[in-house]
């Protein structure tokens, strides 16, 4: 346990310090969404119609990239080794490190989405529903894509192979996070349906992804 | 055990030269049977003539889930048992689902195009297909992306099971976001009322349809081992060429 939590601390420390990145995300995610404006023209009830949708997209894609180097940097500084070696079980550490980097890279999202939700002309309950179901749902994002970042690190390969490999699997968060935040805004279904599966998509990928991710790493660094 | 002898790539070359001259004879001649009863079969009351492109789409789309249960099975036997032919299999089967699930989206547009008025139409079914379809491209690009096949092997493995368990996810998710968005233009096709004079066609196509996928997957496992064969005298040559 005191293991784990060592983990879970230095990764929120390195990726929080100079050289981490984790809040280019954030960084990214803004720049997203005020590009989306010029793309669909400054209407603002059409922004408010598509706002749950655009922010989905932006957190989306601001998780799946930075998760590029989830297992990266540790493979050049050999600690990944360090780590595949030591007597708490791969599959433990993996969650660990995914939920560091939860914490440090898709929570600022969360903090960050009121601000952009006032840009796309969200209301205050809108915005509210928007953050909750990023709450609930982001984590499945975090824990799917680290089967990706775990593949990207014994191929030796990132960035595009390893989005187009993880975005369809990403699909069923989507769908329901936008559901749940439509729901709130325009009805007619209520918010409780899609919000316990999107809650159970992310308790699901919380078992799937630390073992998938193992395996893909055990079986792969030599 | 007959699946212990197989690991042998020589026993398994000898073994399916001497079964796939059969297995393409019975493939050929279910086909024209299929074929020919497909062409015979009556029109539909509704759809006309149309209906006859059902006895290749349905093939098509069952072989499209069919290959990707295949796959998973081998990737099992890649992760698991090690089975040295395992990963060939998985290798050689991605093309020939990637294949047989673009036919089912080809068909099933062009039947779209009389029936619904429309090439697309992104109902629940054919969304889904179009998803599985990427996933077919994204692990056919991952074998391509890595050289050494073994290496590539093992990721593959662990991306066809973690797509088998969220294969039926995504099927669900894309069923409840269709009924959100357009509830109107939920189509049926014809049902558990099949006539008879479209299913004993349809079934007889069924079968060909699996065999011809049998035939192509043992004749491209064969082309696989022949491949790294070649490729493993290349590099010792050239290592020799170096020494």
């Known amino acids: 346990m005191t293991a784990l939590s060592a983990l879970v601390r230095r990764d929120i420390r390195i990726a929080l310090r100079v050289g981490g990145g984790a809040l280019i995300g954030v960084l990214f995610f803004l720049t997203v969404v005020v590009l989306m404006p010029f793309a669909v023209g400054p209407d603002l009830a059409l922004l408010s119609r598509l706002g749950p949708a655009i922010l989905w997209l932006g957190a989306l894609l601001a998780s799946l990239l930075t998760l590029d180097r989830l297992f990266m940097a540790d493979h050049e500084d050999g600690s990944l080794d360090l ?88 699909i069923p968060v989507l769908i329901f996070g936008v559901a749940a935040s439509q729901a709130v805004i325009v009805g007619p279904m209520t918010f409780g349906a899609p919000f316990s599966i999107l809650c159970a998509l992310s308790l699901v990928s919380l078992v799937i992804g630390p073992f998938a991710a193992a395996a893909s790493l055990r079986h792969g660094l030599d | 055990m007959t699946l212990i002898d197989l690991a042998n790539p020589t026993r398994f070359l000898a073994l399916t030269a001497r079964l796939l001259p059969w297995l393409a004879a019975a493939t050929v001649i279910l086909l024209a049977i299929g074929l020919y009863q497909s062409a015979s079969a009556p029109d539909d009351y509704q ?141 049926r096709m014809g049902g558990s009322a099949l006539d008879k004079s479209f299913l004993i066609p349809l079934l007889v196509m069924a079968i060909a349809f699996t065999l011809l996928f049998v035939t192509l997957h043992l004749a491209a496992m064969r082309n696989e081992i022949l491949r790294r064969r070649v490729r493993s005298l290349q590099m010792m040559q050239a290592s020799q060429k170096a020494a």
């Open chain 1, 83 to 170: 780590i595949t070696m030591s007597r708490t079980p791969l599959e433990l550490a993996c969650a660990a490190k995914a939920l560091a980097h939860w914490l440090a890279a898709g929570l600022p999202l969360i903090v960050a989405t009121p601000v952009l939700g006032l840009l796309l002309n969200l209301d205050m309950v809108a915005t509210g529903a928007v953050a909750l179901t990023l709450l609930a749902g982001t984590p499945a994002l975090t824990f799917t894509g680290m089967i990706g970042a775990a593949l990207a690190v014994t191929l030796h390969r990132g960035g595009l192979l390893m989005a187009v490999l993880v975005l369809p699997l990403s």
């Open chain 2, 47 to 187: 759809q006309g003539a149309t209906v006859k492109i059902m006895f290749i789409h349905v093939p098509n789309a069952w072989l499209a889930m069919f290959v990707w249960g295949v796959m998973s099975i081998a990737s099992l036997g890649t992760l698991v048992w090690r089975h040295p032919l395992a990963d060939v299999a998985a290798k050689a089967a991605a093309p020939i689902g990637a294949a047989f699930t673009f036919l089912a989206l080809l068909t099933g547009s062009l039947w779209g195009r009389p029936m619904w008025g429309t090439y697309w139409e992104w109902d629940a079914r054919l969304t889904s297909v179009l998803i599985l379809f990427l996933m077919y491209l994204g692990l056919m690009a991952l074998w391509r992306a890595v050289d050494d096949p073994s290496r590539a092997a093992r990721a593959a493995a662990v991306l066809t099971l973690v797509g088998a368990i969220n294969l039926p996810i995504i099927k669900f998710s894309v069923d409840w976001w269709n009924t959100l968005h357009q509830p109107a233009s939920v189509m």
